[in-house]
């Protein structure tokens, strides 16, 4: 997790790109996914999504005659209970859904929502999905439950997961909830140590996200915009 909310920036490091063979779990189907030897990370978009040199690796495996989402290794009963699924018009509907999305309704079936893992999908969601998941009120919703759910979770990432989510809500013109998250977010910061190297830059990205909230529809308050304290 800790991952996730680092704010420091390396030396630029170009990113490889290597190609990987998968084998879906469920009908066996072979396909060749894109990862990397090496990654630098370069920033932060205004969603909170790292910018890297490998932007171009598979994120999420997705088989491609069946669309199912390899968020994670499934168990043997799980997957017994996927090769079930995949057949039924109820999986026909989530396939509709982007990748992200289409995971967390499978970690719905699979009894895998209200835990960090179910929060990181919808995370992901949001960073790479943003527009879609915020036309999606009913999904958009679950990731602010599962906001709430990480953010009793977690302790020294306690204002990343506030200050995130203030935002998203304040994209999805939930006014508000956004305000209470984002004095959250900004009381939490106060409350760290003036040494520790995040409180400048969270204090410089709840001043952005503040400023944001007069315009949200700014290109410099879009999610994909690059945030430069």
């Known amino acids: 997790m800790a991952v996730l909310w680092t704010v420091s920036i390396g030396p630029a490091m170009s990113g490889s790109p290597v190609q990987a063979e998968k084998t879906c779990p469920v009908g066996g189907e072979k396909f060749n996914i894109v990862e990397t030897v090496s990654c630098t990370t370069m920033g932060r978009t205004m969603s909170f999504r790292q910018v890297t040199s490998c932007d171009f690796v598979t994120r999420l495996p997705v088989c491609p005659s069946n669309g199912l989402p390899l968020y994670q290794e499934f168990s043997e009963q799980e997957l017994e209970q996927l090769k079930t699924f995949v057949e039924t018009e109820d999986y026909q509907v989530i396939r509709k859904l982007p990748p992200w999305q289409r995971a967390y309704k499978l970690a719905e079936v699979l009894q895998h929502t ?116």
Request: with cysteine; aromatic share 12%; glycine share 2%.
């Open 114 to 229: 209200r835990t960090k893992s179910a929060f990181l999908i919808l995370l992901q969601a949001f960073w790479f999905e943003n527009e879609q998941l915020l036309k999606n009120r009913d999904l958009f919703k679950e990731f602010v439950v599962e906001a709430e759910g990480e953010f009793g979770r977690v302790d020294k990432e306690k204002p990343f997961v506030a200050a995130i989510t203030g935002y998203a809500l304040a994209l999805a013109d939930e006014t508000e909830l956004a305000d209470e998250w984002l004095a959250r977010a900004a009381s939490l910061t106060d409350a760290m140590d003036a040494k520790n190297e995040n409180v400048d830059y969270l204090r410089a990205y709840l001043s952005r996200v503040s400023e944001c909230q007069e315009n949200m529809a700014s290109q410099e308050c879009h999610p994909d915009a690059v945030f430069r304290p």
